[in-house]
């Protein structure tokens, strides 16, 4: 199976911003260990700071690709645009987060992404991600 990873804004510092909410594993070393727990599947990871790269990740693996895990981060409660991005394509979206958005504040409570996904996981740490991958591996 090819499962893209796609981590939107600040996520490239996961393991150093406020690990008290994300933790002080990095993800590169997180991947990692999916790779190797998983190393018959393969698992193709983007990252950006920058919403159109997202939508042109989504646009360019979402019709070959046979799942996505996204974790959008702020965007996930500001940006039609990667919700009608996630709308507009065929392979199936799990919506991740690394925190509890529903503890947090109000704004963070509210998915715009999340009605146009297959499901969220979120409130596990970086497992979020294991967690929304056995779902497409079991699928």
Do not use: W
Not at 48 to 69: R, Y
Not at 92 to 106: C, D, G, Q
């Amino acid at each position: 199976m090819r499962i893209v990873i796609i981590n939107g804004p600040n996520l490239n510092l996961t393991g150093i911003r406020e690990p008290e909410l994300y933790g002080r594993t990095t993800f590169a070393t997180y991947l990692q260990t999916l790779k190797e727990t998983f190393a018959a599947h393969e698992l193709v990871y983007i990252q950006s700071n920058h919403e159109g790269v997202l939508i042109d990740t989504l646009h360019a693996e979402g019709f070959s690709a046979d799942g996505i895990i996204l974790n959008p981060g702020a965007l996930a409660h500001t940006s039609l645009a990667l919700a009608d991005a996630i709308g507009s394509i065929k392979t199936k979206v799990i919506e991740v987060h690394i925190s509890n958005t529903h503890a947090r504040e109000a704004l963070r409570q509210q998915s715009l992404t999340a009605a146009r996904c297959m499901g969220v996981v979120a409130g596990f740490g970086l497992e979020s991600y294991r967690l929304a991958l056995l779902h497409f591996l079991q699928g």
